[in-house]
């Protein structure tokens, strides 16, 4: 018998004897769960407002506590008027980026030289890169989380490499909590997967030194969202 | 006593008389219940998304086989190796015989407890693979030559100090007191760890059978970089990982984050579908999932502790737990540690051997009721209690306890025995705490509680 084989019929033979039901012994029915649990998850987790204002608010909320600098805009132009002041400002000289509607508008207003991710790359170019710029599957207002993955956001490296992640957002891709993420990547995507699908909350971080915070870790050190 | 015993009360004894080491441990978890009481009171309904993740660990584990085959078959399916390991030695040599496949001679691994378990990384390097920790708790850790400290805060016992001596010693860097400074050190070293590797190993969080994907929840973004640059990705997880559905990340996300740090969601949390698919152009050429068995179907045959493979280790229960916070995490000598550790090692490695860890507990229930998934830890200590004893009784225990019953069976001499006991109790100032002293154990560092005067019979009496 093969390993797998002899897994799964020691599994199937400590299965024979029922376990008592979950939780605590106190509400112990004696009888074993009928049926699965139902997944209405969103009763249970933090409340998300209805309109887009609370959500919006919600989101920015988040993200400030996780130290990502979000920015919203009325329209494109506005954003991207925002995006080029920030390229100024931290005198960015070369870009990650792959294609797409949103990054292609913007790397045409940075003009500057660009790391493309999504044909084959130089992964030591990329990590010379100041910015990797993205676009992202949803806004999570629930959680202040970015949904990237392998094929809407340049790749697996785009989103971690670079020393500052900018994201670039429409407004209908904000989704109120984490259920409906996972549901719109379902949808979305059907079958076929990206190989990779990341929830990003703030830049890179880590508190395994006296458990104190500090930014940038391995990634990213700073974590910008524009959303028009 | 056996060795492990033994090990065990010596370090036990030293640490809990450690007021410094009491200091640090405090400090760093007072600072994570501030954060963790916050987070939890944003949910809506805590105590019962406790019950319905619990629920639906329930389902999985007892389910398994099914869900195992869901999981794998999906995998496949997309382009990924998964491999089956029935103990730690298959899954080190399959482990070891992709990196020698492979030709590859350096290893980059983000966190991963279940490496520990089998401990990994002596097989890598005794096969010529340099392997490098990439969390940077745990390259703190394996710098010194040390087992992680805690599942989740691997360097929780070291100070800013400690670890910029640390560095100094192995990395020839400028000493310096800030945390920044320390850590831009290590991303500095690892950064170019990651582009030399040729292998990316990580552990997982979560296994969501439905889709054939794992997820890793991480903060540094030490994971991301592992499965993104090196060529070939290997996943370690053990069976128990399984949630049914993609939904159920939902759930179990932000519980864990909220438990496990204090916060409401991790970093990053990422899921893993396969190898590089067509279309796309960074990421692993090959990805293997590696499942591990290694005991866990030996303590799901016991029915009434199955639940303890529900444990998504989150750390909760040790942050928790008086005895860990007063003895610390290497005491234990076991890869997990803390109240979860001291119920699933006698089931992973031996009942006898590892007996003592279940008595290294008040019974005060703060585990069980610090646990996301309401694991009934505090009634598995007991159970593996009363299981040793079936399995080995001690003879002068059961003639104390045949001896007792007698006693309390019979007023008389039960009266008798009173007396005695205050009698006796007068001279035992005499030879409390030295070798003379019958009740050594208790009395060395603690005192007796004096018996009352008078007995409540007495008092009855007096009063009716």
């Known amino acids: 018998m093969n390993a797998r084989d002899a897994i799964l019929a020691r599994i199937k033979e400590a299965l024979r004897t029922p376990a008592p039901p979950a939780g605590a012994r106190d509400h112990d ?47 494109q132009e506005q954003a991207l008027a925002s995006l080029r002041q920030l390229s100024a400002e931290e005198k960015w000289q070369r870009l990650g980026s792959h294609r797409g509607a949103l990054t292609d508008a913007a790397c045409e207003i940075l003009r500057l030289p660009v790391v493309q991710t999504d044909q084959a790359y130089d992964v030591a170019a990329l990590e010379a890169c100041d910015a990797g710029l993205s676009e992202c599957d949803a806004l999570v207002a629930q959680t202040g989380s970015v949904v990237v993955s392998s094929r809407s956001a340049g790749g697996r490296a785009l989103s971690v490499l670079p020393p500052h992640h900018v994201v670039l957002a429409r407004r209908d891709q904000l989704v109120p909590d984490l259920p409906q993420a996972l549901a719109m990547i379902q949808k979305k995507y059907g079958d076929h997967y990206p190989s990779m699908i990341s929830f990003i909350t703030g830049p890179s971080r880590t508190g395994d030194i006296e458990r104190i915070l500090v930014l940038g870790a391995h990634g990213p050190k700073k974590l910008t969202i524009f959303c028009f | ?117 089998i401990h990994l990384n002596e097989s890598l390097e005794q096969s010529g693979v340099s392997v490098v920790e990439s969390d940077l708790g ?17 360097a929780m016992h070291l100070t800013r100090d400690e670890i910029s001596d640390l560095f100094t010693r192995k990395l020839g860097t400028p000493p310096t ?72 990340l939902a759930l179990f996300l932000p519980m864990l984050a909220t438990v496990g740090a204090g916060q409401l969601i991790s970093g990053y949390n990422t899921l893993y579908g396969g190898p590089r698919q067509p279309g796309e152009f960074d990421g692993p050429e090959e990805f293997h999932v590696v499942l591990l068995d290694n005991q866990r179907t030996v303590l ?17 229960c040790l942050n928790a737990c008086p005895v860990y916070r007063n003895i610390g995490g290497h ?79 019979s007023p008389g001499l039960w009266r008798l025995a009173q007396k005695a006991g205050r009698l006796a109790q007068k001279a035992h100032p005499l030879i409390k705490g030295g070798a003379l002293d019958p009740a050594r154990p208790w009395t060395q560092s603690r005192d007796l509680p004096p018996l009352a005067k008078e007995t409540f019979r007495d008092y009855w009496r007096k009063r009716r």
């Open chain 1, 29 to 75: 029915s004696g009888h074993p769960p009928t049926g699965a649990p139902s997944r209405d998850f969103s009763r249970f987790l933090p409340a998300v407002g209805d309109s887009f204002e609370d959500r919006i608010q919600s989101f920015r909320a988040a993200a400030a506590e996780l130290k990502a600098d979000f920015r919203l805009f009325e329209t």
């Open chain 2, 1 to 117: 006593m056996n060795t492990s015993a033994h090990q065990f009360h010596e370090q036990a004894t030293r640490l809990s008389h450690d007021l410094r080491h009491r200091a640090l441990i405090q400090t760093a978890l007072e600072k994570y219940e501030v954060k963790r009481d916050e987070k939890k009171a944003v949910f809506q309904d805590w105590q019962g998304a406790r019950q319905r993740a619990a629920e639906i660990k329930w389902e999985a584990v007892n389910h398994l086989d099914a869900y195992l085959v869901d999981f794998a078959r999906k995998l496949e399916g997309r382009g990924t190796k998964v491999h089956w390991a029935e103990n730690g030695e298959q899954a080190r040599e399959i482990i070891v015989g992709i990196a020698r496949a492979k030709g590859a001679r350096a290893l980059i691994k983000s966190k991963s407890m279940t490496s520990e378990e």
């Open chain 2, 138 to 154: 745990e390259y703190i850790v394996q710098l010194r030559g040390e087992a992680p400290y805690h599942i989740v805060f691997p």
């Open chain 2, 177 to 248: 007191k800030s945390p920044e400074e320390l850590t831009m050190i290590a991303r500095r070293v690892l950064r170019q760890k990651y582009i030399q590797a040729d292998i990316g190993l990580t552990g997982a969080n979560f296994a969501v059978a439905e889709t054939g994907m794992i997820s890793i929840t991480e903060n540094e973004g030490n994971s991301r970089l592992t499965s993104a640059l090196p060529k070939t990705m290997i996943t370690l997880l053990g069976i128990e990982k399984i949630v049914p559905q993609l939904a159920d």
């Open chain 2, 300 to 316: 799901m045959s016991d029915p009434e502790q199955r639940d303890a493979l529900h444990c998504i280790r989150c750390g909760a």
């Open chain 2, 331 to 409: 005491t234990y000598g076991t890869a997990y540690s803390g109240p979860i550790g001291s119920v699933i090692t006698p089931h992973l490695r031996g009942l006898l051997e590892w007996k003592h860890l279940s008595y290294a507990s008040s019974l005060c229930g703060a585990c069980t009721e610090a646990c996301p998934v309401q694991v009934q830890l505090h009634h598995h200590l007991l159970q593996n209690r009363r299981n040793v004893n079936r399995q080995k009784p001690v003879w002068w225990e059961k003639l104390a306890f045949r001896a007792f019953a007698v006693l309390a069976n």
